[in-house]
């Protein structure tokens, strides 16, 4: 490997390794997994490196890379929860009283749980639009989808997500539709 390719991978890494981490870290729920996920995307980022054109930016192209990584881990262990109970614990509630904490944890919960129960496509677009705050426009090359169907299928994981909640107006869904 060239010094300069090393130096360049180097730089990518330090640049995008978070990013792509709590990507992950959503999309499994454990950090153990997580870690594991990101360490693979980098080592498919070495290999297609030499194949990178530069169409899209650089973080498009690792996160199409990384949401491809989850969707093979997810078909590879389907038959286990990606979400784990240490998400919770992991997602920290707003400073406040006892009950607002505790009604903070039980609304967490309830997220966990409703983004457990959503296709890896939608659970995807909660993540990237709701979550990482990508743009309409990132999160459409990101998918290689229109922004059309990145704002209705991004509507429907978010009524979906209701649904899945009981049904409640407002809270953390609300949060995400801004």
Not at 33 to 61: I, N
Not at 144 to 152: D, L, N, P, Q, Y
């Amino acid at each position: 490997m060239t010094d300069d390719l090393e130096q360049r991978i180097r730089t990518i890494y330090k640049t995008y390794y978070e990013d792509v981490y709590t990507f992950l870290y959503y999309f499994t729920g454990r950090r153990e997994d997580a870690e594991d996920m990101t360490q693979e995307v980098f080592t498919r980022l070495l290999k297609a490196l030499p194949r990178y054109d530069g169409r899209v930016s650089m973080r498009t192209w690792l996160f199409s890379i990384a949401r491809h990584a989850a969707i093979d881990q997810y078909r590879k262990q389907k038959w286990l929860r990606l979400f784990s109970a240490t998400l919770l614990d992991d997602m920290r509630s707003q400073d406040g009283l006892p009950e607002e904490s505790l009604a903070a944890k039980e609304e967490m919960r309830m997220v966990k749980e409703a983004l457990q129960k959503l296709k890896p496509h939608y659970r995807v677009i909660v993540i990237v639009r709701g979550i990482k705050e990508y743009s309409i426009k990132e999160t459409a090359e990101l998918l290689h989808i229109s922004e059309a169907k990145v704002r209705v299928d991004y509507h429907r994981a978010l009524k979906m997500l209701q649904k899945y909640m009981g049904g409640e107006e407002g809270g953390v869904i609300s949060e995400f539709a801004r």
